[in-house]
């Protein structure tokens, strides 16, 4: 599944080759993905000039002129493919936007767990998917204190508070399991006792996790784009996720890398390092 990182690697490529085009031509070539298509979008779309592509938590918010805003989420399996208009859209490619310089952009999904929505750009923060989103860890105000505010009532585990989006925008599981790691803190401690400097150290490590992924998607997509038209996708080397058995990175515990399961989700972790 795509996580914040991963489409925060898409928006940054994708945005260079989209802003400032206009919409030459968009189709929908099913009726829906999770939900339906908003009705006659491909009209609606066509001949708007794209103003930005911006992300909040893991939607990617394509800022049209005429006040509209494109919203898309990639579900489980979504990809955005950018490459020539014209030729076959390929298999599980639900959605087409052909840009007035000849490049097009499909969402692929097979699974069909996405959605795509339109709606005026000045009702987005009031979006029935939007509005109960916690803040966006990359973001400049985000501190421990933030974090803390938003745990303080949490009586789950600060693992699985971590996966709530109302608490914190758009962190899954693999970032959750690697920021705890980072920082320190059991997954099993109580959601409501981080706070002060663990909560702060939990901030950090949570953004520096994030930057870390951003940055590797950054370095690997080069090599990536070309044959597959794929963006953001990439292998990236975690230190406790996926790891189980495997000896620890922080220190030098017999026992090495252990897997519970919390909610239903694999949580992966040091039982001596992280408390
Ligand atoms: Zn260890």
Redesign the pocket.
Known sequence: MPELPEVETIRRHLEAAVRGKRIAAARTLRGDLRRPFPPALAERLAGRRVESLERRAKYLILRLDGGLALLVHLGMSGRILLGEAGGNPGPHVHFILDLDDGRRVSLQDPRRFGMVDLVAANLLDAHPLLKSIGPEPLGARFTGNVLADRLKDSATSIKAALLDQRRVAGLGNIYACEALFRARISPKRRAGSVTGPRAAALARAIQAVLKDAIAAGGSTLRDHRLPSGELGYFQHHFRVYDREGQP??????A???RRIVQGGRSTFY????QR
């Open positions: 620890c990175p922080g220190c030098d515990c026992t090495g890398i040091c039982a001596k390092r």
